[in-house]
Nanobody
Framework: QVHLVESGGGMVQAGGSLGLHCAAS????????MGWYRQAPGKQREFVAR??????TYTDAAEGRFTASRDNFGTTFSLQMRSLKPEDTAVYFC?????????WGQGTQVTVSA
């Protein structure tokens, strides 16, 4: 079992920066990759970034503006976001995949004003 707790997020003006963090506990060794999704009001949850052994990958909307990383202990992974746009407004969820299932954080709100 893996438990994920997110922190960070909040409100920022367009062009600003925010950082999200996800603290993992439990069976950390079972995690194969982790990352971030987001869900804007009235829309489906969409992929943002993934941290895998080969390196991070990003959706086109995040590429060049967002940086996903994981600490050396594997207990915290982060999403640094810059040049934020109003369309980045969403609830952001961290996730972690083991070989048998996915785990999700509770979500944290990011609001970008014009």
């Amino acid at each position: 079992q893996v438990h994920l707790v997110e922190s960070g997020g909040g409100m920022v003006q367009a062009g600003g920066s925010l950082g999200l963090h996800c603290a993992a506990s439990g069976n950390i060794a079972s995690i194969r990759h982790m990352g971030w999704y987001r869900q804007a009001p009235g829309k489906q949850r969409e992929f943002v970034a993934r941290i895998a052994p080969g390196g991070p990958t990003y959706t086109d909307a995040a590429e060049g503006r967002f940086t996903a990383s994981r600490d050396n202990f594997g207990t915290t992974f982060s999403l640094q976001m810059r040049s934020l746009k109003p369309e980045d407004t969403a609830v952001y969820f961290c996730y972690a995949d083991s070989s048998v299932r996915s785990y999700w954080g509770q979500g944290t709100q990011v609001t970008v004003s014009a």
